[in-house]
């Protein structure tokens, strides 16, 4: 099976009412052929964008909460955000793990509950600098997805991008080189292949993120385990478009 090239948009904590509408504007229009285009913006602009984006590209959250409903101020369910016209959510991203400490079992547990409800999730993963120094890549990457594999059924990779993106690369300038995300990535698939199966493996789109822009997308997007990015910073720009199109 061919595995669609997928480019989210992360724009984190950034953005305005006049920010959406200006990129809703930009982004209109421009040619985007054989890939599918997610926008993570704040969970506030999600009604608007998913009201005005361009109806080819679909809206993802940055988080949900792992329950329904009930006593948790300040919390978004997934049921909510699929109610305001998300498709998709971002979940185990390492800001979320770092600055909000979120276990592995915890983003679990929210990846079991957003697939439940119907919504898709980019799930992240990616090693520390002391921890790729230490040769340990892997063994944190395997660790985190462990995680998910225990607790999500074999039918929900459908639904399911993962996103490797090493802490060290994310906001930074300094990006992973294209031989460093595909080892990486190969060995993610080769961990899907012997802990979920030959199937999930072929058929799960494992992109890359940190530091992606115009000028390096093109070379990263070549490698035959990258099929596609997350994209951080670049995002926030018109030519997040051109991120888009690195392999058209
Ligand atoms: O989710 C996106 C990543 O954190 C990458 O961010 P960046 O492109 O600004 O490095």
């Not at 792992?66 to 997934?78: H, N, P």
């Not at 998910?148 to 929900?156: C, H, L, R």
């Not at 993106?165 to 080892?183: C, H, L, N, S, Y």
Request: aromatic content about 8%; overall charge negative; charged content about 20%.
């Amino acid at each position: 099976m061919t595995r669609t090239f997928f480019v989210g948009g992360n724009w984190k904590m950034n953005g305005s009412q006049a920010f959406c509408e200006s990129m809703v504007q930009t982004f209109s229009g421009q040619a985007t052929d054989n890939v599918e285009v997610v926008v993570g913006a704040p969970s506030v602009y999600i009604p608007y964008l998913a009201q005005n984006l361009r109806k080819d590209w679909a809206v993802a959250a940055q988080n949900c909460h792992q329950l329904d409903s009930g006593a948790y101020t300040g919390e978004l369910s997934a049921e909510m955000l699929l109610d305001v016209g998300a498709k998709w959510v971002i979940l185990g991203h390492s800001e979320r793990r770092a600055i909000f400490k979120e276990s592995d079992e915890l983003i679990a547990q929210k990846t079991k509950k957003a697939l439940s409800k119907g919504l898709k999730v980019v799930f992240c993963c990616g090693e520390l600098l002391e921890e790729r120094e230490a040769g340990q890549t892997q063994q944190v990457v395997n660790r985190q997805l462990n995680a998910i594999v225990q607790t999500i059924s074999p039918e929900d990779w459908q639904n399911v991008v993962i996103a490797y993106e090493p802490v060290w690369a994310i906001g930074t300038g300094k990006v992973a080189t294209p031989e460093q995300a595909q080892e990486v990535h190969a060995e993610i698939r080769n961990y899907l292949t012997t802990n979920v199966s030959e199937a999930v493996s072929a058929n799960t789109r494992i992109i890359y993120g940190g530091s992606v822009n115009p000028e390096n997308c093109a070379e990263i997007g070549k490698k035959t385990d990258v099929d596609g990015f997350l994209v951080g910073g670049a995002s926030l720009k018109p030519s997040f478009v051109t991120i888009c199109n690195a392999t058209a």
